[in-house]
DNA sequence: AGATTCTTTTGAATCGTCTCAAAGACTTGG
DNA sequence: CCAAGTCTTTGAGACGATTCAAAAGAATCT
């Protein structure tokens, strides 16, 4: 109720308010007698500055907003918590928004966060091509795509899916398997078809008698993992692929979860691998294999580079950055016998 | 860059600001030719309003502040949803923060909450006995306490952690068990505390051959769970429990982990029941037993609560309202032979 | 036409803080 | 004691949107 302002405090302090401003922005500058003066007015009346009218008169924000397509993907935490704290000692703040894979739910966000005047963007788009990011950006809110492929406009991180996919492919092929199911979501989502690519042209570098069999669902959540996973448990055993590449882990979690309660065992009756690499992939039921992702790395650089781009305008040149996935082999992929 | 203000839209709408603010706020008051006439020239100049300026105006902002314990807990990105969606709503917004169990970061994103004058805050406090609240409350903002006891000064939602603690403990009792260890972390912590006093509770009330053992350690992770999984798999049969319950499901996916690599089996060895019952831990290498918590829905009351007091300030009356857990079998606690 | 009522539009004041030119208070040297 | 510098402090505009009393314009009635 009581909130004190700047004229209060310059009043029981006995000085302007402008001098209370500098006490709070540039303390050197104030004599010491005054600015203890200021101090203990500022502490009496409780006083806390209004970030909101700094912001207005400053014109810009300290905080960035992080717009991600899953909130309950551990992948996105990971990214969030290195984009926090990069965040922390610049003392921005990072504010964390979820579309949940919902175009209109991402736009709404956006536009609260335009409204809001944050000094950046960094976002996981629902759709590559988006519109509303390229007006966003176009009006002067900085972005940086994270996990998602730059279109000259602005900086991006992403981690080369392709190359994911062909590593997990590769993998299997490798250890033998020859019925290969892919496990995704809508071919919409780059990642899942980057990672189908990847996947595809492993494949195609075998042999010849490697089948690629795909099997896709609207998410790419636990829940759809294990639908699908349900799908593909009652398949006849020489229609069943021996082996799943799953677009993410929480997937590849849902789909071990059916291959369970149908009874098959991985990975002697199916292998699989999944993405990601979250905390919970070693701790499942067959701790699972998985194409692993430089996570907070991932964050910290969106960020940084966001950073790069606020502070120094004219000088900045968008870059895009992209890391290498690696794999992780657990016992859901061991060695077919 | 070119960020258009409503002086220049009134401009090129050849109306006054007054209109212009009349438009975008209610706009049934203004003819139809006049409204159009605005729209357009909105649209034509890619005016977004600036909800900073109309904030400091108003007096009142529109986000919520949601400081949890540990953003890498599923439990508490569920609790997030729930607000989130009750938020949305209102078209409001959620902005989530990590204190990471760490005092300092806690009181930084309270200070940066109230600097930026939030309509209120939703808080998991790090120490039951916080100081910053109180101070924070009494400057004005209003705040609900989410899975922590209220001190009469504002509304909190929580559940009975105790009487989970035991309904968890009377289970393992009721299966069997005469040596329970609680895998928990610091008992500052007032989950840890209440669950612990639940457990105790149910051991107290049973034929007196129970006993309980205690490992604590200083965090609530997975990782935490595992090292303490550790030490007690190393411990000789007759000292080792044959049964834990672990403060939360972070904790027990560890501790399962770590029975697995020292190839202890759950449950014949040790059984296990978690805490929380995020998804994860039906995933889990045995499913795992836990103590489910309304995860959304204490999202959703405490947003409620909060907005009820921003909406009634007068004749609001803090409320506590307290849910009850449910116990969740699976195999991880399944019978001993 | 003039009076009355209803609908629209106007524009100055306001929210809390920062900025910056200018004034005021002190020093120092001559 | 004065002039020329330093330090400090001051206070009048911004910043962008909202509000609201009052003015202007339309419509209705006598």
Redesign the interface.
């Known amino acids: 109720?009581?909130?004190r302002n700047i004229k209060e405090v310059a009043q029981l302090a006995r000085v302007s308010v402008g001098t209370v401003s500098n006490v709070l922005n540039r303390p050197e500058i104030v004599s010491p007698a005054t600015r203890e003066r200021v101090f203990e007015a500022i502490k009496k009346l409780?006083f806390?500055?209004?970030?909101?009218?700094r912001?207005?008169r400053v014109g810009r924000?300290r905080?960035v907003g992080l717009v991600v397509l899953d909130?309950?993907n551990?992948f996105f935490?990971?990214v969030?918590?290195g984009a926090?704290a990069v965040a922390?000692e610049h003392?921005s703040?990072v504010?964390?928004?979820?579309s949940a894979g919902d175009p209109g739910r991402e736009r709404?966000h956006l536009?609260?966060l335009?409204?809001?005047?944050v000094m950046g963007i960094l976002i996981t788009p629902v759709e590559t091509e988006s519109p509303w990011v390229e007006?966003l950006i176009?009006?002067?809110t900085p972005v940086v795509l994270v996990d998602s492929p730059a279109t000259g406009l602005q900086c991006s991180v992403a981690v080369d899916d392709r190359l994911g996919g062909q590593i997990a492919g590769a993998h299997l092929v490798e250890r033998g398997h020859r019925r290969i199911g892919f496990v995704g979501g809508p071919p919409s989502v780059k990642q899942v078809a980057d990672r189908y690519a990847g996947v595809t042209a492993a494949v195609a570098a075998a042999d010849g008698t490697v089948e690629l069999l795909t099997f896709t669902g609207p998410t790419l959540t636990?829940a759809e993992g294990r639908a699908i996973g349900e799908r593909v448990a009652v398949l006849p055993p020489e229609e069943r692929p021996t082996a799943a590449f799953c677009a993410n882990d929480m997937m590849a979690?849902?789909f071990?979860?059916a291959m369970a309660s149908h009874g098959l065992r991985v990975p002697e009756d199916l292998a699989i691998i999944g993405y990601d690499d979250i905390?919970?992939a070693?701790?499942?039921?067959?701790?699972l294999s998985s194409i692993r992702q430089p996570r907070v790395l991932l964050g910290r650089t969106a960020i940084e580079l966001l950073l790069e781009e606020v502070v120094e305008p004219e000088q900045h040149r968008h870059r895009q950055v992209i890391f290498q996935p690696d794999l992780v082999i657990r016992e859901s992929s061991a060695m077919l016998r």
């Not at 806390?48 to 009218?53: D, F, H, P, W």
């Not at 504010?95 to 979820?98: A, D, I, R, S």
């Not at 070693?282 to 701790?287: L, N, Q, R, S, T």
Request: glycine share 6%; charged share 25%.
């Open positions: 109720m009581a909130t409780g806390v500055r209004n970030e909101v009218a912001h207005l924000s905080t909130v309950a551990p935490v990971d969030a918590q926090e922390d003392d703040m504010v964390l928004c979820n709404r536009d609260q335009e409204q809001q005047r007006e176009a009006r002067g636990v979690l849902g071990l979860q905390d919970f070693a701790a499942a039921a067959v701790p």
